[in-house]
């Protein structure tokens, strides 16, 4: 048991013992311990490292130490910074899970329905991953590879998120049966980049690995007047949800079926385009 | 096989814990080991809130939190928000306003409500109900609870 | 700290007052003691190995490995049990552990004691059973056919009523198909209890339950000992809704405590909960009405079908008040209902909170929109045209000859103003904190529903509560075995003693099988009037025998004397006696408390079969987001028939904490069965309302008509508030979506995808 208190001793202890759990918040690995399907013998404590805690802001980019919470992130001057982030963050379980559950944990769980990971993918994010001997970066897209799968190495953490602070209105939505602390059933992420004059969107729980609607973007940014802000068509908006719901390759479960979910996801990009592009218009 | 003995700080007393098993959660540890079992077990899936405590000041849901990991952190159960001054202004409007049936819940909805009065001392209806999402109760209905915290704040209020 | 507080707790609690728990304080400090909070320095602690598989053969159970895990102290299969080998609350059908088969996914095999948690775990996984599976019998609709599962047969009841003339028929008619998914009771407090091994050769049990002496025979009884020897006490109790109405873990904790010598705890995790108890019924209900043009009803036909899982459990009297209760608080001259509740290898279902009525209030209440529909009809004015009366007629051919203020309760309720403003802020809109929805998106709805349903035991049961009331010096101290599980009963018990006795303190002793006979259950409304009966009845003998013994000692006329407020006075003047002087002397009496007796039913399940009944609206608004199939339940208002407030305040709690269950059946509570095995045995799927699911409930009125032979008039409240909630808001979902609805919960695949697209 490390409770490690600089990134260095992480390190360290991680080296010396690979097998070694890395605990951060505990909101995802502690229900598997305690249903028993999780042992532990070495734990990595992450939830003391100065350098995983903090943010800062540095030109147009914003890094997030993996360690930050998600109550952090619903903090105002994150959510001025990237507000579908911390609009996602506030989705995230209840207050006593936001306190908690980091969005390094986010990450590394590798949930399809984890929260922070369709606008992390729409921001094209990177991962700072560090290890003993050696430092990388990753981006989310390629960090996951597949459903709670990383390419993570032993030995290796994620020591931050590097997300660019872009130009534009964003939304996350998320689709649940109830109306708080609730596993995402399908989610979208939908940024507005002014300076690049593009659309991005990600989505959530419709595909084992995250998603960017690329085909969507690319028709949706074609077809705006970045100009003069005028909206578009109701046509191209129908389109662009289309296009989403096609990205998707969502499965049935016993939260949602296939059909629903890229239906949801339909639904939610034609409200979130709509509501950016009031936005944009209005301002 | 157990874990190095660690000190919990909770409640402003130090106590030792030197033989928790590998893996046991803050909760398991204040009820089984302390002797505080005010902090209630409901899920230990941290869905149900019923478990939750001060760490350092925040809500958390001690169900989560690996037991050794809380080692010189400040920790603040139920038992330790009624002082020896007697209830707090939540708890007695608790009583007051009939939010108790059970009692189940109560413990994590008294702990999370002073949190939310601290930051907010007059909080809208939908404020409650988003600071106390995490805290599910199966008898009331949230009804009165609710109630007791509007009452909770007026007389936090006035007594300041 | 407050003077709200404290005035309120100097006055000795009356009748009708808002008297605070007694318990409260405890609870909010976290000191009460829960079922799962026992402890004991020598205790051991319990497990239980459950079956993976719905259906299976056991072919063998090899415990070797577990018996040789350091720390392991017993590990006991079905050849251990001392006595009987099967319990059950109507029928002995269900093993204590499986022997040669398994009968439902998570029934128990075997059980263990062990030093700490750690241990006993690695002990369960070490023990091995070489399993057989078979197929599950699992679609209720088969199950009569089907071979039986089980010795006694897969039919567990059926009642064929047969109520009036036969061959009418209807102008109007509406026909439906409906369906409810399984609920879980979800109380918070796991099953959990100690068990302690007595120096006689008996047992101490404390636990969390419903009816302490029902338990205390069934765990003799297979336990093999003098149920004297076998002694319950309650413990606290972190709700109930019924699934503490059966055994759960009582035989296993004596067991193990029994072979080691030691105390043993057991705490149940969540999601062996989900296991280890009955759930509600689901129901497959067909039904016709048929009704002249002027809205009259003539005649329901019905079909009813519940899965009871793989154990009788309760099964039995649900399937009798969905039965009875099958057509609604309505006039019915005409009805043939066919009711069934049958045995497959799905989970054991049995009581929860509404009983029965639940299924087929939200059923009829649909049949009664569909009616209004064809007729061209309000809805309210066609309930109202149909609202059963004093002095009607049950389906069961029984005449109502106590309160039935039905169209008091419709008429103050469908009346009542909404205060629901229209939603903005998206976390108030159906999506919630998830942020899907824009005013612009969201269909509001309202509608209607009513329900009903029986108090007290029914169908000749010999239903009773002992409690006895001793006083001295002035205290007044009441035992009785009544189940507090967080309903408030400690709360009346105090406040009708008061009343009756005009002291001030009240001591109720703890619940306990020791010294006491049995309080019956807590279910089916019943403890406040029966419970509650018997300490009013005690109390008043005390009180009698006072002022007897007063009035002899003083030469007066004891109809001369009263008491109030801890004093003995003289109507006529010149005397006053301190109620502390004249109880110097202890004064006792005890009491067996029995409502009016029922009959069976007979085999047109006809019969004065029931005591009294309970009525009770709700108007729901919803907004529902139709493109997605999310909803948000704005405003309940209810009316109910309560027969007299004895505590407002938890009147209140009763139906706003009720409603929150039928809420949760209307739109999010289902334990999800799939070939017999449950998908989703945690709080992380199983999804129970939060407070941003939860509307606030108007009471639009507390209907108080003092029902005849309850103490003070009043009637349980428990109950009603889970029965017509579901119904109306289903019925609001309705009639903002203009689809059918058939089945509650409502998914959004319902909404979005209503013919069954995906
Ligand atoms: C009741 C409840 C509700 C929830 N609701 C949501 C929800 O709405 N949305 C959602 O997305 N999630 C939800 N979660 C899941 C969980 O809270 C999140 O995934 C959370 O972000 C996990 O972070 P953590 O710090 O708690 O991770 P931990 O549990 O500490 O760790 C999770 C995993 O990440 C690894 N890990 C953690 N930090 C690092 C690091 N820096 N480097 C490498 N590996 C690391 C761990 O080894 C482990 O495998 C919920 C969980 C609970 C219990
Ligand atoms: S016990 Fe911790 S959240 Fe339920
Ligand atoms: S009072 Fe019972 S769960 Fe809240």
């Known amino acids: ?283 | 096989m157990s874990t190095d003995p660690f000190v919990l700080e909770v409640n402003g007393q130090s106590h030792e814990v030197a033989d928790a098993h590998p893996g046991e959660s803050l909760l398991r540890v204040l009820r089984e080991r302390l002797g505080l079992p005010g902090s209630k077990n409901a899920c230990e899936e941290g869905e149900c809130g019923s478990c939750t405590v001060l760490v350092d000041g925040q809500t958390v849901c001690s169900c989560l939190v690996l037991a050794s990991t809380a080692a010189g952190r400040q920790i603040t159960t139920i038992e330790g928000i009624s002082g020896d001054d007697g209830l707090s202004h939540v708890q007695e409007a608790f009583v007051d306003a009939g939010a108790v049936q059970c009692g189940f819940c109560t413990p994590g909805l008294i702990v999370s409500i002073g949190s939310l009065l601290e930051s907010d001392p007059d909080p809208s209806d939908l404020a409650v109900r988003e600071a106390i999402s995490g805290n599910l109760c199966r008898c009331t209905g949230y009804g009165r609870v609710l109630e007791a915290v509007h009452l909770a704040a007026t007389r936090r209020g006035g007594s300041t | 700290m407050t003077d709200l507080a404290t005035s309120k707790r100097t006055a000795a609690p009356r009748i009708g007052e808002d008297t605070p728990r007694p318990d409260g304080v405890p609870k909010v400090a976290g000191t009460f003691a829960f079922s799962s909070d026992l402890h004991h320095d020598r205790m051991l602690w319990g497990g239980t190995l459950r079956s993976p598989h719905p259906s299976a053969r056991i072919r063998s159970v090899d415990i070797s490995a577990a018996v040789a895990v350091t720390g392991v102290h017993a590990v006991l299969t079905n050849e251990d049990v001392p006595g009987s080998l099967t319990y059950g609350l109507e029928h002995r059908d269900q093993p204590v552990l499986a022997a040669d088969v398994v009968r439902y996914e998570g029934e128990p095999v075997a059980i263990v004691a062990a030093d700490n948690p750690e241990a006993l775990r690695m002990a369960i996984d070490a023990i091995a059973v070489d399993y057989e599976p078979l197929d599950p019998l699992v679609d209720p609709d088969l199950a009569e056919r089907a071979d039986p599962i089980h010795p006694d047969g897969n039919l567990v009841r059926r009642i064929n009523l047969i109520h009036g003339d036969q061959d009418v028929s209807g102008e109007v008619q509406v026909e439906g198909t409906y369906e409810v998914g399984m609920q879980d009771q979800a109380f918070l407090g796991p099953e959990s209890g100690m068990a302690v091994p007595a120096e006689d050769g008996g047992i101490d049990l404390y636990v969390a339950t419903q009816w302490l002496h029902s338990d205390r025979d069934q765990v003799a009884d297979c336990l093999g000992l003098d149920p004297a020897r076998v002694r319950l006490t309650l413990s606290g109790v972190g709700g109930a809704f019924g699934a503490r109405e059966d055994l759960s873990l009582h035989v296993h904790l004596c067991m193990l405590a029994l072979h080691t010598r030691r105390p043993v705890k057991m705490v149940y995790s969540r999601e062996e909960s989900f296991h280890g108890h009955v759930h509600r019924h689901p129901a497959r209900m067909w039904f016709r009405h048929h009704a002249d043009r002027d809205g009259t009803i003539v005649r329901v036909e019905s079909r009813l079908v519940l899965d009871g899982g793989a154990y009788a459990s309760s099964s039995g009297a649900v399937i009798a008040n969905a039965t009875c209760f099958a057509a609604g608080p309505y006039r019915v001259p005409s009805a043939h209902i066919d009711g069934a509740v049958v045995r497959t290898n799905n989970p054991p279902c049995g009581a929860m909170r509404g009983f029965g009525a639940v299924q087929t209030c939200y059923a009829h209440e649909a049949q009664m929109d569909r009616l209004a529909d064809a007729l061209g009809m309000d809805p309210v004015e066609l309930r109202l045209h149909n609202a059963l009366a004093p002095g009607d007629e049950l389906l069961t051919g029984q005449t109502i000859t106590g309160t039935a203020p039905v169209a008091e309760v419709i008429r103050t309720c469908a009346d009542h103003p909404s205060g629901a403003s229209m939603a903005v802020d998206p976390m108030e809109l159906p999506g919630g904190a998830g942020r899907t929805a824009d005013p612009e998106h969201v269909v509001r709805g309202e509608a209607f529903a009513l329900g009903f349903k029986n108090l007290l035991f029914s169908e000749g049961f010999d239903d009773f509560s002992e409690a006895s009331c001793h006083l001295a010096d002035g205290v007044a101290t009441i035992t009785s075995a009544c189940a507090e599980v967080g309903q408030g009963f400690v709360t009346l018990a105090q406040q009708i003693t008061c009343e009756v006795l005009g002291v001030d303190d009240v001591v109720l002793l703890p619940a306990s099988t020791d010294g006491i006979g049995s309080a019956g259950s807590t279910s089916a409304s019943r403890q406040t009037w029966m419970s509650g009966g018997a300490i009013q009845e005690a109390c008043g003998q005390v009180r009698v025998q006072l002022l007897e013994r007063l009035a002899a000692e003083h030469g007066v006329d004891a109809d001369d004397l009263v008491v109030a407020d801890g004093r003995v006075v003289s109507m006529a003047g010149g005397l006053e006696i301190d109620l502390v002087e004249a109880t110097a002397e202890p004064i006792e009496a005890s009491v067996v408390f029995r409502h009016a007796p029922t009959l069976p039913l007979d085999e047109n399940g006809q019969g004065d079969a029931h005591v009294s009944f309970a009525f009770s609206a709700h108007r729901a608004i919803v907004d529902v987001d139709v493109e997605l199939g999310l909803v948000k339940v704005v405003e309940l208002t209810t009316s109910q028939d309560v027969g007299r407030v004895l505590n407002p305040l938890q009147t209140i709690g009763q139906l706003e904490g009720g409603a929150a269950q039928g809420v949760g059946l209307a739109v999010m509570e289902e334990v999800l069965v799939e070939g017999g095995r449950i998908r989703n045995a945690s709080f992380t799927d199983y999804l129970v309302p939060t407070a941003l699911d939860m509307p606030p409930v108007e009471i639009a009125a507390l209907i108080e008509q003092a029902e005849p032979g309850a103490p003070f008039g009043a009637k349980g409240i428990g109950e009603p508030p889970s029965i017509s909630s579901t119904a109306a808001v289903a019925a609001a979902i309705r009639n903002a979506t203009g689809l059918d609805l058939p089945r509650v919960p409502v998914r959004p695949t319902d909404i979005v995808f209503p013919e069954g697209a995906a």
Request: net charge negative.
């Open chain 1, 1 to 283: 048991m490390t409770i490690a208190t600089s990134l260095e001793d992480a390190c360290a202890a991680l080296a010396a013992e690979p097998g070694s759990l890395v605990l951060a918040g505990g909101t995802d690995l502690m229900v598997e311990v305690n249903r028993g399907s999780r042992s532990v013998e070495d734990v990595v404590a992450l939830n003391r490292i100065p350098e995983l805690a903090g943010w800062h802001l540095t030109g147009d980019e914003l890094r997030l130490g993996a360690g930050v919470t998600f109550a952090e992130i619903c903090d105002p001057e994150i959510a001025a910074l990237v507000p579908a982030l911390a609009q996602a963050a506030r989705t995230v379980g209840s207050p006593q899970i936001r306190n908690a559950a980091t969005i390094g944990g986010n990450i590394a769980t590798a949930s399809p329905a984890g929260d922070s990971i369709p606008v992390l993918a729409a921001l094209d994010a990177v991962l700072e991953l560090r290890s003993a001997e050696a430092s990388r970066e990753v981006p989310v897209t390629e960090f996951i590879t597949g459903v709670k799968a990383t390419c993570l190495m032993p030995g290796e953490l994620i020591e931050a998120v590097r997300v660019p602070v872009l130009d534009g209105p964003q939304e996350f939505c998320k689709v649940g049966p109830r109306n708080a602390m609730v596993i995402s059933v399908a989610s979208l992420a939908l940024l507005v980049d002014r300076s690049a004059r593009r659309i991005r969107v990600g989505l959530g729980s419709v595909s084992p690995m995250p998603l960017r609607a690329t085909q969507a973007e690319d028709h949706v940014s074609g077809h705006l007047d970045w100009d003069n802000g005028v909206p578009p068509r109701l046509e191209v908006v129908r389109e662009f949800a289309e296009l989403v719901a096609s990205s998707a390759s969502p499965i049935d479960d016993h939260r949602g079926s296939a059909a629903y979910r890229r239906h949801a996801v339909r639904v939610l990009a034609q409200r979130s385009l709509t509501r950016v592009l009031n936005r944009v218009s209005s301002s």
